[in-house]
């Protein structure tokens, strides 16, 4: 399966986004929220999905989308 090129983590912060979605591309269901800060302007979604090891089923390649409604960056109040 091909990785198709995806917009630069400079792009996805100059419209707002600070974080990203990672999803298995193996269809075990597991996904997790990331922080997009580690990353540089120039780096590509695509360019780091083939890195990712998936913690459930074990195998690489993820799925990364941004993330435009971050759970955890609430005021604190429970
Ligand atoms: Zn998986």
């Known amino acids: 399966m ?21 999803y ?3 269809r075990c269901g ?3 929220e990331i922080s997009a800060d580690g990353w ?5 979604l695509s360019d780091i ?6 913690q459930r ?3 690489r390649g993820a799925e990364i989308r941004p993330n435009h409604n ?3 960056m609430g005021t ?3």
């Open 30 to 32: 597991h996904h997790t």
């Open 40 to 44: 540089a302007d120039h780096v590509r």
């Open 76 to 78: 604190g109040s429970r």
């Open 2 to 22: 091909p990785y198709p090129q995806k917009i630069t983590f400079g792009e996805m912060r100059a419209m707002g986004v600070r974080g990203v979605l990672v």
């Open 70 to 72: 971050p759970a955890k």
């Open 49 to 54: 999905e083939p890195r990712f090891l998936c």
């Open 57 to 59: 089923c074990c195998k």
């Open 24 to 26: 298995c591309r193996h």
